[in-house]
């Protein structure tokens, strides 16, 4: 089945500069890939996403990028924000399916 | 309502109780999605309804796991016997499901139920 593994655990980084979070997935035939923010006790909540079709997509401060060939895809987010700070989650699917597989988490920290 | 619901929010078992967690879909969102979140982990696959067909039960940890969907809106995920290793925050998401031409669309995640087994 899809595995997906997610780097670094947690992430600090100083308002305005800019962090990344990098994922891999181990099945081929995954070709959704949607970036979740959870907040403390809250559910998460999707922020981005990316299919397979399609190399980078942007909204704003928030990038994607996807590589197929070597099976990973990073979040890019610019010119960060306190509001930022959170735990972020990438997932893969295969979309006939919708089932999503997560990776563990990176808990982004944005010390202002 | 506006965006997925469930109830409890939170949940305190004993262990051996069972327990029955709800949760209210988006009107007219036929995919329903049952994720279980251990404490620092990602949410992980426990069971998938397209309106009342339970299509998906592959991550159901064991027969003491048991989600039903008589009417394809409410879903209810129910645990027997609870254990320790049951607590978690239970995830209920729901989605409009693909269309002919393939495209995924987003899953909206309810604010979860945490059980604490005792």
């Known amino acids: 089945g899809e595995n997906v593994e997610q780097h670094p655990s947690t992430l600090s980084v100083q308002e305005g500069d800019s962090a990344v979070i990098k994922c891999t997935y181990s099945?081929?035939?995954?070709?959704?890939f949607p970036w979740y923010k959870q907040e403390l006790g809250k559910g998460p909540q999707l922020i981005i996403d990316?299919?397979?079709?399609?190399g980078e997509k942007k909204d704003q401060r928030i990038a994607v990028t996807l590589n197929k060939t070597a099976k990973h895809f990073s979040l890019h987010i610019t010119e960060t924000q306190p509001e930022d700070s959170a735990v972020y989650f990438c997932?893969?699917?295969?979309?006939?399916?919708?089932?999503?597989?997560f990776g563990a988490g990176t808990i982004l920290r944005v010390k202002s | 309502g506006a965006g997925v619901s469930q109830s409890p929010r939170y949940k305190v078992a004993k262990r051996g109780q069972d327990v029955a967690l709800r949760c209210d879909p988006i009107?007219?969102?036929?995919?329903l999605f049952w994720y279980q979140q251990a404490l620092g982990q990602g949410p992980e696959f426990l069971t998938y309804?397209?309106?009342?067909?339970?299509?998906?039960k592959s991550g159901l940890p064991s027969d003491r796991f048991f989600a039903e969907r008589p009417e394809g809106s409410v879903s209810t995920l129910k645990i027997q016997r609870t254990q320790q290793e049951d607590s978690a925050v239970y995830l209920c998401?729901?989605?409009?499901?693909?269309?002919?031409?393939?495209?995924?669309?987003?899953?909206?995640f309810g604010q979860g139920t945490r059980l604490t087994v005792v």
């Open positions: 009107s007219g969102h036929v995919s």
């Open positions: 099945d081929s035939a995954s070709n959704y």
């Open positions: 998401a729901s989605s409009i499901p693909p269309s002919g031409t393939g495209r995924a669309t987003e899953a909206f």
């Open positions: 990316i299919r397979s079709n399609v």
């Open positions: 309804f397209q309106n009342e067909a339970q299509l998906d």
């Open positions: 997932a893969a699917s295969k979309v006939w399916r919708g089932k999503l597989v």
